[in-house]
């Protein structure tokens, strides 16, 4: 059976043969191991698209995420202000709007323009041509609520929560157009699942009230629109989202992805009969700082706490620091791959 359909019959509630094993994101990784940078293979994508499927060559991964790593290029498409990391990826440094009704202004359009967007859609279509036939070609991104935290500012995004509800459900709406927007060419370049990433909505910053009031509806129509234009989706929070487990089902995510904080017994039995679920490797604690050997066995503890109903895929619990070692990459992937179900 191929990596593609052993991911595929997992997400879709048919047991697979084997156990799901894939990174997460990973793309400022991948390029560090050649000595290259985001910002440096962003003008170049037959480059990047060709250390993409190298790198997969090599530690064998059942989902490929192309284009990882560019969360914030929509904020500087649109007239924002962002800033390369020489490791990792990307920081916002002047966010694009003063006050919500600068939405107003803001033109959309721009994204299509972008050359650096662009490039990042051509890297998924020739990702895509190489090696979707076995492999799962995805595509990485933020979320409606950590994008429009970055259009508008996390601290007066957070103040707003209290203070002008509006303004935040106004960023809100907007955030989620450009996010389809940026997500659905990467669907028509051959990506079949998209990864919407939520760190802002995590529950070490905002509270089950708003996570319920504010992250859920708008993360629940950007799902169906993606899923409407043909892509599985991937949900991904970081940090402890333990006491909102219990809404992740009302947002038809196809995957819940959880960080290493969540207990995996637990998303098991909470979400579990809804939905696959992915994790939840510590990626710094374990496989930055951990052996090989320590790895799996990591791992091999994961795999008892979700259980072999066959929904649940072995995963880091959060984005690959530019520091892990590929040996123990190597050692989670093969972990999984030797787990049968």
């Given amino acids: 059976m191929k990596a593609k359909e052993i ?12 156990l799901p094993v ?29 250390i993409i499927v190298r790198a997969n060559e090599s530690i064998k ?3 490929v995420w192309a ?22 990826a990307m920081d916002v ?8 009704a600068d939405v ?13 967007i662009r ?40 103040r707003c929560l209290y203070k002008d509800p509006a303004s935040v459900h106004a960023v809100l709406e907007f955030a989620v157009e450009v996010s389809f927007r940026y997500y659905e060419p990467f669907i028509k370049a051959g990506a079949l699942i998209i990864s919407i990433a939520e760190p802002t909505s995590s529950g070490d910053l905002i509270s089950r009230e708003h996570f319920r009031d504010f992250a859920v509806p708008y993360t629940a129509k950007i799902l169906k629109r993606i899923k409407d234009s043909g892509a599985l989706t991937l949900l991904h929070i970081c940090g402890d989202i333990t006491d909102c487990l219990d809404l992740i089902p009302g947002i038809s995510a196809d995957a819940l992805s959880v960080d290493y904080k969540v207990d995996l017994a637990q998303v098991r039995e909470t979400v579990g009969p809804y939905m696959a679920f992915a994790g939840n490797i510590n990626p710094a604690g374990v496989l930055v700082d951990a052996s090989p050997e320590e790895v799996a066995a990591v791992a091999r503890t994961c795999i008892e706490k979700a259980g072999g109903d066959g929904n649940y895929i072995l995963m880091p619990g959060c984005d690959l620091s530019t520091s892990v070692p590929v040996e123990n990459v190597r050692a989670m992937i093969e972990t ?5 179900l």
């Fill in 93 to 100: 440094q002047e966010p694009l709007l003063k006050s919500a």
């Fill in 61 to 63: 991964s059942d989902i």
């Fill in 7 to 18: 991911v595929l019959r997992a997400v879709n509630g048919q047991k697979p043969e084997r």
């Fill in 22 to 50: 894939a990174v997460f994101s990973g793309g400022a990784w991948t390029f560090n191991k050649r000595g290259l940078t985001l910002e440096n293979v962003l003008n170049d994508a037959a480059l990047a698209a060709e």
């Fill in 104 to 116: 107003d202004r803001v033109d959309v359009n721009r994204l299509e323009e972008d050359e650096g």
């Fill in 119 to 158: 490039n990042v859609w051509e890297t998924a279509a020739l990702v895509s041509r190489a090696i979707g036939e076995h492999t799962l070609v995805g595509a990485c991104g933020w979320g409606p609520f950590t994008l429009a935290a970055q259009f508008f500012g996390v601290e007066r995004m957070m």
């Fill in 67 to 88: 284009g990882s790593g560019y969360n914030n290029l929509p904020v500087r498409a649109l007239g924002g202000k962002i800033k390369f990391r020489v490791k990792g």
């Fill in 336 to 340: 999984g791959l030797n787990y049968l």
